[in-house]
């Protein structure tokens, strides 16, 4: 079969949840035995989303190859349990820079550069460039940004362009939203129409429209939005809101969206879409009766997606063990030694997060001297790790001064410090140390009792390490070095052997939970916090 491309756009706001409805079909396509990836387009000009603040963009998510990419790529993994790659997530910035390069090695034979066709044809490339490596049935691609942004302009072309080249092979699905009016008790579907309007003037008819909304919507309104967008009524879809993103799936199968889009394909296939598996992780996660309690402690506690590979690894993991998950942020900046207690008393496990740069730092260490000393289960992901190896520096070993070079360059106890290969780099984005890395595990470590195998590899996003002269001094005083990286020496797994379970990981285990299989360190934790519950914590 000949690879099938299916286009997502966006219509009236951002934030509509492109990426779960994309993860979402490319799901039900999946059951139905097909082999899917999807492909995401931005329209800002950097290069990728790792210079970005996640204030602006929200969790960075790192590819086993090592690329830094918008977070959707997260949602796309962990629904369809694929690998991506950087050829799954291009930025309008690396479109330009191909360009510009190309021109400036004289590819363009002295022609004028211009939008159409040296931008597009570049945007096409990369579009197609994935069905001739992957062997792929179905390549779904997302368009980011809103219908109508200048800067989406030149890939909304690129997809004209592509629907006469591609015919039967290509379709489009735009999601729009339709607002519900409190005063006037009544929803409405002007800005859709509107929506659609402008999709057209750029020469794209949709096939298929979804509808996000707050309630499931009268089959009267899907009649009208139908006759004024030129849409089959068949083909009005509804994405109304639900407790979890992982039932978006479940509602677009009863509406047979799967079934449509092989209609309108020209693909016959009696197939019902299996997605069995997944049914059963929602019912197990609805039917959970008791409750397990995570703290989250960074800086970003008033931006949950920044933390949404963890979150989401954490709702994994609890629902393998059968509980729900109360997740709680909690602001690191706002914690001192006088309300500790009152913040972290009631937490059943505590997460020290991942991030960079000085500010929250020292709330992370109180936090932690604080779990440490009531055997709270901790878990600390790279920089949480480091906070972990400075807060024992500190408090055990005496080394009042210990801090990490990135936040006190001028520490005499430089426990944690800048990589060797970093110390000679004046680019910032792309440059630290990316993707998949091997780990070998210590015996009868807790790290290896998770696993059961004693060679992992996990994803990477750093440029600080444990400064390795001080591994014996550690180890003396009850610190263990767990996981080593075989090439490098670099330490990648802390634990505290005496305690319950108190674990620093240099990689991000987060980047590789999905639903199908939840990453072991995050099932291990959460087991040691619902060990927790019942135990009496004198504090």
């Known amino acids: 079969m000949f690879t099938k491309y299916i286009f997502v756009t966006g219509g009236v706001v951002s934030s509509l949840g492109k990426g779960i409805v994309a993860a979402s079909i490319g799901k039900l396509l999946q059951g139905r035995g097909y082999k899917v990836t999807i492909q995401k387009f931005d329209p800002y000009i950097n290069i990728d989303p790792g210079t970005l603040n996640p204030y602006e963009h929200g969790e960075c998510y790192v590819t086993s190859d090592g690329c830094e990419t918008d977070l959707d790529l997260g949602h796309y993994e962990r629904f369809l349990n694929i690998l991506t790659s950087k050829a799954n997530n291009v930025t309008a910035g690396r479109i330009y820079q191909n360009v510009i390069n190309k021109e400036r090695k004289g590819n363009f034979l002295g022609k004028t550069v211009q939008v159409i066709p040296h931008i597009t044809d570049e945007i096409k490339h990369n579009i197609m460039i994935l069905g001739k490596k992957g062997d792929y049935d179905f390549i779904i691609i997302e368009i980011g940004g809103t219908v109508g942004d200048i800067e989406s302009l030149p890939f909304l072309e690129s997809v004209r362009q592509l629907v006469w080249e591609l015919v039967e092979n290509c379709l489009c699905i735009h999601l729009t939203y339709v607002p519900y009016i409190v005063a006037s008790k009544e929803v409405k579907t002007k800005p859709t129409q509107h929506s659609v309007k402008s999709l057209q003037e750029q020469g794209i008819q949709p096939n298929i429209l979804v509808l996000r909304t707050e309630k499931e919507l009268d089959r009267n309104i899907c009649r009208k939005v139908a006759l004024f967008c030129n849409v089959d009524e068949s083909s009005v879809i509804q994405s109304y809101d639900v407790p979890s993103i992982y039932e978006v799936p479940i509602i677009l199968k009863k509406q047979a969206l799967d079934e449509i889009i092989l209609n309108k394909m020209h693909i016959t296939n009696n197939i019902e879409s299996d997605i069995t598996h997944w049914e059963n992780f929602i019912k197990k996660m609805k039917s959970a009766k008791q ?219 987060e980047y590789q939970s999905t639903i199908v299989k939840p990453n072991p360190l995050f099932i291990s934790f959460i087991e040691a916090s619902i060990s927790s519950i019942n135990k009496i914590l004198h504090v």
């Open 291 to 509: 409750t397990v309690t995570i703290g989250i402690v960074g800086k970003y506690a008033d931006l949950p997606d920044a933390y949404k590979s963890i979150s989401e690894s954490l709702l994994q993991a609890a629902t393998f063990h059968k509980h729900k998950l109360n997740l709680i942020l909690i602001h690191s900046e706002k914690i001192n030694e006088y309300n500790v207690i009152s913040h972290l008393k009631n937490i059943n496990g505590i997460i020290i997060a991942p991030g960079f740069g000085k500010r929250g730092i020292e709330g992370k260490l109180i936090a932690l001297k604080y779990a440490r000393e009531k055997n709270k289960p901790t878990f600390g992901i790279c920089l949480g790790m480091q906070c972990m190896i400075i807060e024992f520096a500190r408090n055990v070993l005496g080394l009042t001064d210990a801090n990490s070079t990135e936040i006190d360059q001028t520490t005499s106890e430089k426990v944690i410090d800048l990589m060797e290969k970093q110390k000679h780099l004046t680019v910032v984005g792309g440059s630290m140390r990316l993707g998949t890395y091997e780990c070998q595990l210590e015996k009868n470590s807790k790290a290896i009792k998770a696993y059961k195998t004693n060679i992992i590899k996990e994803r990477h996003r750093h440029r600080y390490e444990f400064n390795i002269t001080y591994k014996n001094l550690f180890e003396k005083k009850g610190m263990k070095c767990t996981g080593i990286n075989p090439d490098t020496n670099l330490v990648e797994i802390i634990e505290i052997p005496n305690l319950n379970w108190y674990i620093g990981t240099q990689f991000h285990p």
